[in-house]
């Protein structure tokens, strides 16, 4: 099994809609991340967290907002979607020591129309 | 802030070829990590190599070589008598400390296509 998860995998949802990503992970990493991937951009950070009470914003977290509801999971939520947040949407843990090694999870396809 | 720079969007070149892919980087900080990802057509990413910056060996994996050169800030790639399983989207990262935190920046990313 695939030790960081995401879903869903694909979506497909209407501008203004409320939708919810969420990743799972049993590597047992207290850090989590959230990226999004847009052609030309490559990733760029959402939102981080260190533990369950330590949340952080990325370089572009407006329009986003996350939760880390337990030690293994971290959702990522658009309020009200828009057609540029349609992207690839990855998850990533790592552990806390000074390796900087990610490992990242499938990635969400996302398409707002 | 950090910086990486993957000057080179788009390569294809004839299977049984070598190729470079280019990754230059800025950092103000004296310890660091870089990184290469592949992404192949199925989308997920592919952890290839993570280098120390006291590291300035060059680095061999098969056909894959990486060329980490401290004085010109950059950390190159190439693949050797290139397959077709070898296209997919490759991407060069950096480590970045911020308040604490461990975070990477990534590049634009090189989508390389080897045709038959």
């Known amino acids: 099994d695939a030790d960081v998860t995401q879903t869903p995998r694909n979506r497909i949802t209407k501008t203004g809609k409320r939708i919810m990503l969420e990743c799972s992970q049993t590597?047992?990493?207290?850090?989590m991340y959230w990226y999004r991937q847009d052609p030309g951009l490559g990733l760029r950070l959402i939102y981080y967290s260190f533990d369950v009470k330590d949340i952080n914003k990325g370089e572009i977290s407006d329009g986003y907002s996350v939760s880390r509801q337990a030690q293994a999971k971290f959702s990522l939520s658009l309020e009200s979607a828009i057609p540029n947040q349609t992207a690839l949407y990855f998850c990533a843990t790592s552990v806390s020591d000074n390796s900087y090694e990610q490992y990242f999870g499938p990635g969400t396809r996302l398409t707002v129309t | 802030a950090q910086k990486v720079t993957q000057a080179q969007t788009e390569i294809s070149v004839v299977e049984k070829e070598d190729v470079t892919l280019d990754c230059v980087y800025e950092?103000?900080?004296?310890?660091?990590?870089l990184f290469w990802y592949k992404q192949p057509p199925s989308g997920e990413l592919v952890f290839l190599i993570r280098r120390n910056s006291f590291d300035e060996q060059n680095e061999i994996s098969g056909r894959y070589s990486w060329n980490f050169q401290k004085s010109t800030s950059s950390f190159n790639f190439t693949i050797t008598a290139s397959q077709v399983v070898d296209s997919a989207v490759y991407f060069c990262?950096?480590?970045?400390?911020?308040?604490?935190?461990?975070?990477?920046?990534f590049g634009q990313g090189t989508r390389l296509t080897i045709n038959p």
């Open positions: 950092t103000r900080d004296t310890t660091y990590y």
């Open positions: 590597k047992g990493h207290d850090r």
């Open positions: 990262a950096l480590s970045e400390r911020i308040q604490g935190a461990q975070k990477l920046v």
